[in-house]
């Protein structure tokens, strides 16, 4: 099919923070293992990609907060769903007339008679409602849609309508980006439906040797408004918790065989597409950096790398996360990034991959040039996306 991604993807995203705090616990501390190491979750790093999704009007994406323009109250999963796709299935069962009710002894006539009655009604919704159309019939039910104002508008006319009515909201849902990638756990008033992410994220481990977390004093211009507070007559002392300097390394993997068997259902529509893949590897580069706020301003996207395998292959790497290194430097404030591990084993599966990108912020980090030696390699700037040597063919 045009623009199907069939292939599998493996890879690691490198994310600094420089006296600031990537993603904090409830009590606003960087979040650490119980060995003191600091860590982030993968939800942080989704909610970054999302975020830089947003950039696209033409992006679809679900799982981000909306707003009642009324009185601002964020809008619950069922509410997101009709303000992105227009209302829920409208399910219109047939029951058997008379002259179906009549046939008592030969099954097979009585199906028969049955299909053709249903058949006829929604030949008659047709005629009734215009601009309705079949596009999917389903076990003697039938799959109405109509478009009003960019939104789809389905009707399920049937014997059991109600057998199919995940049917149009799959379809609906895999129209957004971010469900395509990450997959879903749709809880509804229309049911429970559960999508396998094609893009996994792990945690993001603080590779650093250090894990120098410390609490500074920030004071807020107003006093508390508490009469009885000691604090009532001054402004209010607050505090803020970050990281010294970590770097977070995130593993992720592609694999869209994980989306398959719900893609075949729905006749083939929302698989993932080389478009699709595209808009990651921007987002999953650049949606860090993007995302500023007070507690985020030092957390930078600085190192990425996505191995692509041919469509044949069925091989399994092994994770990232250890095989990357990132270390201090005496006579240098940037840090020394060791690929040499991952060298080593892209070299001996060099015949099962298609491609290697690698992308890095020379400003933070050095390399080894061994990196270009990698087969059939293309490094290339995390900010500018310009080549740092000719890309291997």
Known sequence: MKNRFNSRVFGAVLVKATVA?????????????????????????????????????????FYTTRYKKE??????????????????????????????????????KKKEAFSKQIKEEVEKFINENKEYKIVQSINNNYLLKKEIDG??????????????????????????????????????????ISIHGNAQITHGINIYAQNNIFTEDIVSPFRNSNENSDDSQQTTIGNQTVLEEGHYLHNFTINPKNSEDLIKLIDNQGYLTTDDIDKFKEGINRGVSYLDSASKIGVENEFSIFVTLKESEKIQLPS???????????????????????????????????????????TKLDYDDKIFDIPKVCVKSIISNKELQKCQE
């Open 21 to 61: 705090n990537y993603n904090a616990d409830f009590t606003g501390s960087p979040r650490t293992l119980p060995n003191g190491v600091v860590y982030a979750t993968d939800k942080a790093l989704k909610y970054a990609i999302r975020n830089y999704f947003k950039l696209d009007s033409d992006n679809n994406i």
């Open 71 to 108: 009185n601002m109250q964020p809008l619950d999963i069922d509410e997101t769903y009709i303000e992105l796709f227009g209302e829920y299935p409208k399910l219109k069962k047939v029951e058997e007339n008379k002259e179906v009710k009549a046939i008592k002894k030969d099954a097979e």
């Open 151 to 192: 939104k789809s508008n389905f009707v399920i006319v049937g014997e059991k309508p109600d057998d199919i009515k995940r049917v149009p909201i799959l379809q609906n849902l895999f129209k957004s980006l971010d469900i395509r990638l990450f997959g879903a756990t749709f809880a509804s008033k229309e049911g429970n």
């Open 320 to 362: 990232f996360t250890t095989l990357i290194k990132v270390e201090e430097q005496e006579e240098s404030s940037k840090r020394k990034l060791d690929l040499s591990e991952i060298k080593n084993l892209l070299e001996d599966v060099a015949d099962k991959i298609e491609k290697v990108e690698i992308y890095i912020d020379a």
